[in-house]
T-cell receptor, first 114, second 116 residues
């Protein structure tokens, strides 16, 4: 069975500083990995995904994520945080062997302080 | 193009009642999934439908049911509501084709259900 761990409930970062939101996963086959963002009282917005190929994936709003197979990690990063990046971030995984549902982590709340 | 649309956006029900939530996928998307997000947790998979057939079911009781219509819209039904059913119910759609698990899943804004 697939699982995702987001070890930090909350990440605080100053505006303009780099940010990292951590994610590790467990899956039996090849992983398909996703990051979503949720603003207050809203649905989930897709940020980026890793399917195969280059380990560094670039996505929306300047976000990127680095896939590390040996560490089973898929950390979300941004070189310079904005106050408007403050939101709830979810990492999710699908088993690449089939059209399985997304399995989400519990989420990490990012707070960017001006 | 419109994204995934859901209705109603907010509703309050009493324990024991029944609720129907509705979803229209992105135009051209044939796969619809439903997820439940309880406050403070990540979304949990409930159902997936493709071409009107159930393709997957999560670990939810039989009080939860769903269906997909010929126009690919979908309904989620929950009977005999419990307080613990209070949550944000998210509908998602994904494009057709051979991408399978590679395809991005796009979510709607959700339906907030409060059971009192």
């Amino acid at each position: 069975a697939q699982s995702v761990a987001q070890p930090e409930d909350q990440v605080n970062v100053a505006e303009g500083n780099p940010l990292t939101v951590k994610c590790t996963y467990s899956v039996s086959g090849n992983p398909y990995l996703f990051w979503y963002v949720q603003y207050p009282n809203r649905g989930l917005q897709f940020l980026l995904k890793y399917i195969t190929g280059d380990n560094l994936v670039k996505g929306s709003y300047g976000f990127e994520a680095e896939f590390n197979k040996s560490q089973t990690s898929f950390h979300l990063k941004k070189p310079s945080a904005l106050v408007s990046d403050s939101a709830l971030y979810f990492c999710a995984v699908r088993d690449g062997s089939g059209n399985t549902p997304l399995v989400f982590g519990k989420g990490t709340r990012l707070s960017v302080i001006a | 193009d419109a994204g995934v649309t859901q209705s109603p956006t907010h509703l309050i029900k009493t324990r024991g009642q029944h609720v129907t939530l509705r979803c229209s996928p992105i135009s051209g998307h044939k796969s619809v999934s439903w997820y439940q997000q309880v406050l403070g947790q990540g979304p949990q998979f409930i159902f997936q439908y493709y071409e009107k057939e159930e393709r997957g079911r999560g670990n939810f009781p039989d009080r939860f049911s769903a269906r997909q219509f010929p126009n690919y819209s979908s309904e989620l039904n929950v009977n005999a509501l419990l307080l613990g059913d209070s949550a944000l119910y998210l509908c998602a759609s994904s494009p057709p084709g051979t991408g399978g698990g590679r395809n991005t899943i796009y979510f709607g804004e959700g339906s907030w259900l409060t059971v009192v």
